[in-house]
């Protein structure tokens, strides 16, 4: 465990190992921290902390240590990134909250923020749930922009015209939600693909993965940006992620939810690659990765030693992606997704036991269900081919 008191360190020593966090494009990083200024601090897991501070009135940093295992440390005062130094260990976690715009609105690093509003310029309204809203504008044509409140036990309002974080108003209200759908937003529409850089943004992650905390969410979404993957069109991110879904349980699993008890199920081995001593590789990460075979190939792609350390696909947020992107490219379903063919992915996944009426078939029922709501959330219409294998 580390303790507090080594994270005093010498003035000079900060300066020669601030360039070598790597933030990777977010707003927290691993094995850093940032000097005092202690505003309070309350014991959760590492994916909550930036949530907490953000909760927090008068919070603008915050470290996450294994300390009284798991703590989030919520800081005061002005700061940047460049103040962070490194501290060793991967278990220990700095992060900054942005402040976009003015207002006292914590925007995050994200395009939505708590306890705000945008005046006027309503498009249409509907009743679902507050991490939903953002997936509803960006499927919604001619929304730019969005505000959640509880009115009717939940209601997104919709809203159009051209928008920027400035224009958002500060309320009083913690339970409100607003925000902007941004220039790498997925635009609402038809039933068509539109092939795009930057598919999966913010909102259409809340809208598919529906069911977890906004924190959990929000680690989630860093993996996968982390990760590097992209999809070529909506058709294939639609195709992707519903089999994320179903696999993963909306991504609250990243173990198998019998393991470890079930780990005997993948003890023997269908390839040369015998497991290691005391390492079990039951399925872990976003498509639950399983077997000694899958571990060692795996991680021989993604240059990582999985056979001898398979809990990091569950740890660490990008391997939980990697891994999964590694099985879908390895198994060719790339095409096939890119054209909206989601039976022919299915059969690839799971066809023995839930195609042609196999012993799991109605499982399938559960992956279609999944996938027809998913396509929803990236504006696509039903699909136009058979989903079932």
């Given amino acids: 465990m580390i303790l507090i008191g080594i994270l ?32 309070s601090n309350v014991r959760v897991r590492a994916e909550q902390c930036g949530g907490k501070c953000a909760a927090t009135p008068g919070c603008t940093h915050f470290t996450w240590t294994n300390y009284k295992r798991g703590t989030c440390w919520m800081k005061k005062g002005s700061i940047s990134k460049s103040d962070a130094f490194e501290s060793h260990g991967r278990n220990k976690i700095c992060g900054v909250v942005q402040n976009e715009g003015g207002h006292g609105i914590n925007w995050n690093g994200n395009n939505w923020a708590h306890n705000c509003d945008f005046k006027e310029n309503d498009l249409s309204n509907v009743q679902v749930r507050a991490e939903q809203c953002g997936g509803k504008c960006a499927a919604t044509p001619g929304c730019t922009h969005f505000t959640w409140t509880n009115y009717n036990d939940g209601t997104c309002w919709m809203k159009k015209g051209s928008v920027s974080k400035t224009d958002a ?21 038809g039933g068509s693909s539109n092939s795009s850089g930057n598919i999966v943004n913010e909102q259409t992650f809340a809208c598919v993965f529906n069911t977890i905390d906004a924190g959990t969410r929000a680690s989630r979404f860093n993996g996968l940006q982390e990760s590097g993957w992209k999809p070529a069109n909506k058709d294939e991110a639609a195709v992707f992620l519903a089999h994320v879904f179903h696999e993963s349980d909306g991504l609250k699993a990243m173990e198998e939810y019998c393991a470890p008890a ?15 001593p005391g390492k079990l590789y039951y399925g872990r990460g976003w498509f639950q990765l399983s077997w000694p075979c899958n571990y060692y190939a795996a991680g021989k792609a993604l240059d990582v030693d999985l056979l001898n350390n398979p809990d990091a696909v569950a740890q660490q947020p990008s391997l939980a992606v990697q891994t999964a992107v590694w099985f879908y490219r390895t198994n060719k379903m790339e095409e096939p997704a890119r054209r909206g063919d989601f039976a022919a992915t299915t059969d690839i996944i799971n066809g023995k036991l839930e195609c042609n009426g196999g012993s799991n078939a109605a499982n399938q029922r559960l992956r279609v269900d999944t996938y027809k709501r998913v396509r929803q959330c990236f504006g696509l219409g039903e699909p136009t081919i058979n989903v079932w294998c």
């Fill in 8 to 39: 005093i360190i010498n003035i000079l020593s900060v300066s020669l190992v601030k360039c070598s966090i790597n933030w990777n494009g977010n707003n927290w990083a691993h094995n850093c921290n940032f000097k005092e200024n202690d505003l």
């Fill in 169 to 189: 108003i500060l309320t009083e209200d913690r339970s409100m939600v607003c925000g902007v759908l941004g220039n790498n937003a997925v635009e609402g529409g």
């Fill in 262 to 276: 079930c780990a005997s199920n993948y003890a023997g081995s269908w390839c040369e690659i015998q497991g290691k």
